[in-house]
């Protein structure tokens, strides 16, 4: 079943949270947070994020399409609400990606 | 519980930096463990990079099998999109897979490919282009990263990748930062020591495998302080204190290859390996722009994008390519740097102006043949020393996800995407950068001693740790077993038991481009098979 808005905002504010606790972010996390200019996140850490949801929801996502557009702008920055409302605009109920090795990933 | 198996990996090591500090008393234990054992050069994947070549060893397939052919992959084969490899792309059974299929266990440290954590029986800390920041993500079992985090000194900005640190790797460093920068991978290695070393005594598993990855970095940013034949262009204070750091670096990991030696004990089989080699790059090749020069690409903005922009990994690196190309006039062009991997637009619904398939065989043997002709404008010296169309070398089913067009250069080199003045420039002084012949060194009991064998396959390695671990080995492995490296009287024992591979049931590709579309028949497969084992890639 596709998951909710509501849930992928908790699932993704979850891991944002036990992530955060390592390196001593105290700051709010909400869907006006910013990754990168609130967080301290680098680029790179969206990228992996990306790969994570990807796993997590066992679907490919046009993250490289929203990255391309996200790159174009002039301060290149996501926050969580933009990060969850992407997500849930490409979720489709069916997964399709899994470990092609047939290990679970 | 002992480890049966440990494998060392040191990315990047070669022979040529390492014989000379064994021979000058740097690395004794290494010098000693080289003479009363076996090793031998060890032939890398095209391309030779990290993510191919580490992932060949493990699975004992080359790179058209299981699909990883550089850190980043096409979206589907003909997408212009790219995204960064994780676990999930990996196409092929890695040795921890099926070692776990035939009920042992194994830890798997710092290996690139392992995000997200495959679910193992055993342990896995990922490890790549791996941000700190999410070092817990890339840890299993979850609870993993709580343990290893209560280690004394443990600091996962400096175990993982951190890329205020990377930047400057690829950047280059200032005169006065190279000592720290050393000293950080110095660190590095410790840290990952005592991970191993923590969890050999708490939770031992059958098959042991670590990764230290700070050799390649040292050598590609210090390649001039380490290399003998540059030793006579130092002549400064500092430039000798940097050699100094060097050699302590080296010193500092041949005491960490002895502690774990002796942490797995006299029984147990020991393997280190590199990816790949090294050797000085002594010039830069701007792909693209030779491309623009010759009508085959042409930039959005008539610029591209310049060396003055940053090279830090991150969405504007995955995703500028799409919009900075004029794709209306682009037939060709390099999106990833590390792979030395071009791409032909093929016409399609999303690219109307792309290639017809009538006339792709043409504009790549015109390619290929053009490219082969660069010179290098000061020495008038070839750059480019092959160029290999993908059926040459990348046999399998990924087949067509990998570049259309290959590149080797004359130095060993990695061309650069970016945009520039010229096409080639020359490095002064020259970087470190990869080279074909990596390392192989082997011992324990069941290892013949004091013998130099002729070049392996880096596809041999993967049958050789089955076959210490006394596991069959599936047919549908690219290597054999170097029987010349074990101990006749184990062969004896214990013969080299091949099984048939398992059909594919259980490895599911995702729906977006990894079909087996490659269109060979059997004669073409035995066919490329041949030029493979020709070129020395496949035994």
Redesign the interface.
């Known amino acids: 079943m596709q998951p909710s808005r509501d849930q992928i905002l908790t699932d993704f504010l979850a891991i944002l949270r036990s992530l955060s606790d390592d390196w001593e972010y105290s700051g709010e996390l909400n869907e006006k947070t910013c990754l990168i200019a609130d967080m301290g996140l680098e680029s790179l850490d969206i990228v992996v994020l990306g790969a994570n949801v990807q796993a997590q929801y066992k679907q490919v996502l046009p993250f490289s399409e929203f990255f391309a557009e996200v790159g174009q702008r002039e301060l290149p920055d996501i926050t969580i609400g933009e990060w969850v409302d992407f997500i849930h605009e490409h979720l489709s109920a069916q997964p399709i990606l899994e470990s092609k090795e047939g290990v679970a990933a | 519980m002992k480890p049966r198996t440990v494998l060392i990996g040191l990315d990047g090591a070669t022979f040529a930096v390492l014989n000379p500090l064994m021979q000058d008393g740097t690395m004794p234990f290494l010098q000693k463990f080289v003479a009363s054992g076996t090793h031998a050069l060890l032939r890398s994947t095209i391309p030779a990079l990290t993510p191919p070549a580490w992932t060949s060893m493990m699975t004992g397939r080359s790179p058209g099998y299981h ?1 990883i052919f550089n850190f980043f992959g096409k ?1 589907a084969a003909n997408s212009a ?4 490899l ?9 040795i921890w ?1 099926y070692a ?1 299929r035939h009920d042992l266990r194994a830890t798997v440290l710092n290996f690139p490919l392992t ?6 029986d055993g342990q896995v800390v990922a490890g790549g ?9 890339g840890c299993y079992p979850p609870e993993l ?1 709580d343990r290893i ?1 209560t280690l004394p000194g443990f600091n ?1 900005r400096e175990i993982a ?1 951190d ?1 205020a640190h990377e930047e400057k790797a690829l950047e280059g460093v200032q005169q006065e930062e190279y000592e720290g920068w050393i000293e950080l991978h110095t660190r590095r290695e410790r840290h990952w020591f005592n991970v191993l070393r923590f969890l050999v005594e708490n939770d031992p598993t059958d098959l042991i495998t670590v990764l230290f990855d700070g050799v390649d970095k040292l050598q590609h940013l210090c390649w001039r302080f380490l290399d003998p034949v540059y030793a006579p262009t130092l002549t400064e204070a500092w430039e000798f204190r940097v050699r100094q750091q060097c050699v302590n670096y080296f010193a500092q990991l041949d005491g960490l290859i002895a502690s774990i030696v002796e942490l797995a004990g006299p029984d147990a089989t020991i393997v280190m390996t590199s990816d790949h080699g090294f050797g000085p790059q002594v010039r830069t090749f701007f792909v693209n722009t030779w491309l623009q020069q010759h009508g085959y690409l042409a930039w959005a903005d008539g610029e591209g994008p310049r060396p003055s922009e940053t090279s ?9 390519h ?2 900075q190309l004029d794709w209306t006039r682009t037939q060709a062009y390099a999106s990833m740097p590390g792979g030395n991997g071009i791409q032909i637009v093929r016409a399609d619904a999303d690219h109307p102006y792309g290639i017809p398939d009538t006339e792709y065989d043409e504009l790549c043997a015109k390619l290929v043949a053009e490219l082969q002709q660069i010179k290098d404008p000061e020495t008038g010296e070839a750059v480019i020393a092959a160029a290999w169309r993908r059926e040459e070398v990348f046999v399998g089913p990924y087949h067509d996800m990998a570049p259309d067009i290959t590149l080797e250069l004359q130095d060993g080199g990695l061309f650069s995407i970016l945009a520039s003045e010229t096409i080639v420039s020359p490095r002064r002084p020259p970087t470190g950068t990869h080279a074909p012949d990596g390392i192989f060194i082997a011992g324990g009991p069941d290892i013949r001693r004091g013998v130099e064998l002729p070049e392996l396959s880096i596809l041999d390695i993967a049958p050789l740790l089955l076959y210490s671990l006394d596991l069959p080995i599936p047919t549908d492995l690219e290597g054999q077993v170097p029987s010349e490296a074990i101990e006749p009287s184990r062969l004896i024992r214990q013969p080299v038991h091949k099984v048939t591979a398992e059909p594919k049931a ?7 481009g ?1 079909e087996d579309e490659s269109g060979l028949d059997e004669e073409d497969e035995a066919e490329l098979m041949r030029r493979l084992q020709a070129l020395g890639y496949v035994e």
């Open positions: 699909g979206e999109h790219i995204r960064l994780t676990s999930n792309d990996v196409g092929a059974e890695t897979s776990n995000f997200p954590a495959p679910h193992i282009w791996m941000p700190w920041r999410q070092l817990r993500l990263y985090k996962p990748m890329m830090v990994l991150g969405m504007k690196q995955v995703a500028r799409t919009y259980a490895v599911v590709a995702p729906e977006v990894f």
